[in-house]
């Protein structure tokens, strides 16, 4: 398969605008960054991640959620679910978080991510404490019971191909920030926790 991220085109320059990272950060009071919940399907990380965002905004925080399915509707309509087009969805994803991030805004991303290489390699594109992944952890037979698309009973059906935890792998993260069980943590406390966190790292205003 073709590698769909190969830079094709060619005599371009990256344009420095007027307005520094610097200066955003400094009139939002806060500084830029991307929270990456990764997970099983199931496990909880749409329902945090908008908790998180209310949060931070009642707090004064710019935030913004980039969910996964809301970027399949749009940006990466074109992929599917095999590896390779795993592997470009979160390509394009990081990118875009990055653009978010150095625009200031602390950017929520919500996508199973299965793959620890593809995780990984957004953390490479990111400067240095820019990239706080969060993964967000439940067993598998809860994630199933919290299934009200009903997509694990699909997949354990065969009607649904590479499904994540059933036909298709997980790896979980090595060298996460912070890892939220969310069989122990209602979705306020794991928000706050990931609040907390980003405090205490100096993200967030004391």
């Known amino acids: 398969m073709p590698d769909m991220a190969e830079q094709k085109a060619t005599n371009i320059v990256w344009h420095q605008g007027a307005v520094t990272r610097e200066d955003r950060e400094l009139l939002n009071g806060h500084k830029g960054c991307t929270v990456w919940l990764t997970g099983l399907s199931g496990s909880g990380k749409s329902t945090i991640a908008v908790a998180l965002e209310k949060l931070l905004l009642d707090k004064g925080v710019r935030a913004f959620i980039l969910d996964g399915d809301n970027v399949r509707h749009g940006l990466n309509k074109n992929l599917g679910f095999s590896p390779e087009d ?5 390509r ?8 978010f991030t150095n ?10 991510s299965p793959y620890r290489a593809d995780r990984d390699q957004v953390r490479e594109v990111m400067d240095a404490g820019d990239f706080v992944e969060v993964h967000v952890h439940a067993p598998l037979e809860v994630c199933e019971q919290r299934d009200v698309k009903g997509l694990y009973k699909k997949a354990r059906a065969g009607e649904i191909k590479e499904f994540t935890g059933i036909s298709a792998p997980y790896e ?9 069980d969310t069989s122990a943590l209602s979705v306020e406390q794991s928000a706050q926790t990931i609040f907390d966190h980003l405090a205490k790292a100096g993200l967030l205003p004391a």
Do not use: Y
Not at 93 to 99: N, R, S
Not at 103 to 112: K, N, Q, R, S, Y
């Open 172 to 180: 979980a993260p090595e060298k996460a920030e912070l890892m939220i």
């Open 92 to 99: 394009r994803i990081g990118e875009v978080a990055k653009l």
């Open 103 to 112: 625009a200031g805004v602390v950017t929520l991303t919500a996508f199973i």
């Open 86 to 90: 795993r592997t470009e969805n979160i």
